[in-house]
């Protein structure tokens, strides 16, 4: 800590200070009281402890308020002692006189000057416990943070075109939080495996509180350059010039050098963001996190933060934390991509719940595609999905980098089935039965990566074996974390001695009805990884990163599909027009349990359904036509089945399903995926009570009587179901629905 000294004669000289009160604080740290025993009773030292004892003591608040800044507290005689946040090394210590007065003394071993030396190192051991004592601590993240500088970010707005240009040193990165379009302008970037370079399109970045901080770093350019250093200097200068105006520009060519990358931040406003921005409990998802706020992780700038983006500082700017064991497995399946195996890569990535198999999942994606135009996925974990809402199964071709958690990304695969519930403990066949369906739509002519379930004991290590000898892995990626396996080790080995659900060793012929003989002679190559991130292995408890709100926002992000392309106010799900479609042109079931034949229309009104094409055409005469079995069918999206006119024989269906896809939908499906909560409970422009959603609980019953009491809306009639309005219709069936009238039609609000 550093003292000025308060003699006119010598004002530049450095000291150090005597804390004011028995208890303040310096940055946001408390300062222990002190042992009045090991002060001495100078006269210096006693004028300076009846001051402390007789002045009074700060607010809190304005504690708070201040604890950013230096801190300045005039003593009796007009004597300040200037509070900083970082004590320097031995400095000269100053002599204080009765009068107040003080004069250097280098070195000096007077009474006075050890006093002094005695409290400041009592000073500096604040927050340490000893024996005996009362513990009052900082956390160790929160005293580094303290005592490390601020990151600065060469960057500058410009209000004009409103959009930031960040310059960037070679090796030097920036994690954040929030959102933003990238363009890389001059140089190369890396953001979660994917490289952007200079001339490429703007990329997406969505680094939501709910998952890992996405970090920008700069990359050295990996080409040789026919340009010299001025040159490339020059290049770089020019392209500040052209996006910044006048005035911010003088402070950014100063720092720009031959090696700088230079990249363009523009606010990111999507009709995902935008509809999620217009629930109160999701408009702070963007923000730092209740464990990032507490440890003052956030930057302030203002460059990055009008464009959406809060720069995060210390432990927390970590991003994402790659092991060694990580690392290398990542470099040897590019090296199997890029030529170094004889097949295409097979690439299944296991491991129990909260191991990190999504964020390896996305970052090997991203880094397949600094090599390949595309990369083939097999989803296999109903629970976390990555393109589809959960409950589904699907195969995907991806050709863009995935800078985002699976909410941001939603889109069409190519081949989905609906499953229907989180998990499949259920009905393994009808499990292992739709993900063969899906393979057999796998070409072979591209990477592929299989995503499992974090179920990896009992009966889920069986289905784990199954899909490895059903697949016919080549490499095998095991995630674990912590000193205790969570699975046995998957070694070819043990795979030629483990039963699983279907299959029994020896490995039984694969999909692609090879010779045995020649898939005996196959084995894959296992990749351990062991998991070093804070917080492996145990789920999230901070808002947005349970696994059941997680599933909620990918189920936002699909009906955000709905809204506008164009800057606008957000339309509710009961604001869109819905199809309608007869009961006899489509059949119905359920997924998950037995439902008796007269209350399925109850049960599936205002739920969330499958949209799926049986092979066999439907027809009815007249009435709901109702499955007798769950088939295995193609799936082209999920809809809201907002009402049911049973006068009329009308399902009213909401989805952002195309209409040309529609014409193919012949059969709904109802899982035991649920609507999120929020879709219900707020609807705006709703003046009457709310559809679907009953205040009809009774905390005074028990038991069963309790269950039937608390039954959703959804699955209970309710008079207000009933009530009818006119509204233009759409019916994009066709195939024997020419029943089907394009006029006003009775729906249920």
């Not at 059941?548 to 990918?554: G, S, V």
Request: some cysteine.
């Amino acid at each position: 800590m550093k003292v000025h000294k308060v003699s006119p004669r010598c004002r530049n000289d450095q000291r150090k200070r005597h804390p004011p009160k028995n208890k303040w604080r310096v940055h946001n740290k408390k300062i222990s009281n002190v042992d009045p025993s090991g002060i001495s009773s100078s006269p210096a030292t006693a004028k300076l402890e009846h001051h402390l004892a007789t002045r009074q003591k700060l607010k809190l608040k304005r504690l708070q308020k201040v604890y950013t800044k230096a801190v300045d507290l005039t003593l009796k005689d007009n004597h300040s002692v200037r509070a900083k946040g970082k004590v320097s090394a031995p400095v000269t210590l100053p002599h204080v006189h009765t009068n107040g007065g003080t004069e250097v003394e280098a070195g000096s071993d007077s009474e006075d000057s050890q006093e002094w030396r005695s409290y400041a190192k009592s000073v500096l051991q604040n927050g340490v416990e000893r024996g005996g004592g009362r513990e009052n601590s900082v956390p160790a993240a929160s005293e580094q943070l303290e005592d490390e500088e601020l990151p600065g970010y060469n960057a500058q707005h410009d209000h004009v075109q409103n959009h930031t240009v960040l310059v960037l040193q070679q090796g030097q990165s920036l994690c954040f939080r929030g959102r933003c379009l990238l363009t890389c302008l001059s140089g190369r970037v890396e953001v979660l495996g994917f490289t952007i370079e200079q001339g490429q399109q703007p990329y997406p970045l969505f680094s939501p509180s709910s998952h890992c901080p996405l970090t920008i770093t700069a990359l050295g350019d990996c080409t040789p350059s026919t340009k010299n250093k001025k040159e490339s200097r020059l290049e770089a200068k020019a392209i500040v010039r052209k996006y910044l105006s006048s005035e911010p520009r003088k402070r950014l060519l100063s720092e720009v050098d031959s090696d700088s990358c230079v990249v363009l931040l523009q606010p990111l406003d999507t009709p995902l963001t935008r509809f999620l921005s217009s629930f109160s409990e999701l408009s702070p998802l963007f923000d730092v996190n209740s464990k990032e706020l507490r440890s003052q992780a956030a930057v302030y700038d203002p460059a990055l933060s009008a464009v959406g983006v809060i720069a995060l500082r210390g432990p927390c700017s970590q991003g994402l934390v790659m092991s060694p064991s990580y690392r290398e497995a990542l470099g040897n399946l590019l090296s199997a991509w890029e030529g170094d195996f004889d097949r295409c890569p097979i690439v299944l990535v296991c491991g129990a719940k909260n191991s990190g198999k999504s964020t390896f999942n996305r970052h090997l994606i991203n880094s397949l595609l600094n090599h390949t135009a595309s990369v083939e996925y097999l989803e296999c974990d109903l629970g976390q999905t990555e393109f589809t809402p959960p409950g589904c199964l699907s195969l995907s071709t991806v050709t863009e980098p995935l800078l985002g958690p699976p909410f941001t990304h939603q889109r069409d695969p190519d081949h989905m089935i609906f499953y229907g519930q989180a998990d499949c403990h259920a009905d393994l066949d009808r499990y292992l039965d739709s993900l063969k369906t899906l393979w057999r739509h796998y070409s072979g002519e591209n990477p592929i990566i299989i995503n499992t379930m974090g179920w990896v004991k009992g009966h889920g290590l069986q289905l784990l074996l199954d899909l490895i000898r059903f697949f016919s892995v080549t490499h095998l990626v095991q995630l674990s974390y912590g000193d205790t396996p969570q699975c046995h080790s998957l070694t070819p080995e043990f795979l030629r001695s483990a039963q699983g659900w279907q299959t029994h060793p020896p490995s039984q012929p694969s999909i692609t009805e090879e010779p045995v003989s020649h898939l005996s002679a196959r084995s894959h190559v296992l990749l351990s990884i062991h998991s070093e991130f804070e917080g492996a292995g145990t789920s999230g408890e901070m808002r947005h990163q349970r696994s059941n709100e997680l599933r909620d926002l990918a189920l936002l992000g699909y009906f955000s599909q709905l809204q506008s392309a164009e800057p606008g106010p957000i339309r509710p799900l009961h604001c869109f027009t819905p199809y309608q479609v007869p009961h006899s042109a489509v059949a119905i079931g359920v997924t998950h349990c037995e439902v008796a034949p007269s209350h399925i229309l109850y049960a599936a009104n205002a739920s969330l359904v499958g949209l799926c094409c049986l092979g066999e055409k439907v027809s009815g005469r007249g009435g709901p036509v109702l499955l007798s079995q769950i088939p295995i069918c193609h799936c082209v999206g999920l809809g809201v089945l907002r009402g049911v006119d049973m006068a009329r024989g009308l399902y009213f269906l909401v989805t952002p399903v195309p209409p040309a896809a529609l014409r193919q939908v012949n059969c709904l499906l109802l899982g035991e995926i649920n609507l999120p909560k929020i879709l219900l409970t707020t609807q705006h422009g709703v003046e009457m009570e709310l559809p679907y959603v009953t205040t009809d609980y009774s905390f005074n019953i028990a038991g069963a009587g309790k269950l039937q009491s608390t039954v959703p809306a959804s699955v209970r009639p309710r008079r207000a179901n009933h009530t009818v309005r006119h509204e233009e219709s759409r019916a994009p069936w066709s195939g024997g629905v020419d029943s089907v009238r394009r006029d006003a039609a009775a729906t249920a609000v």
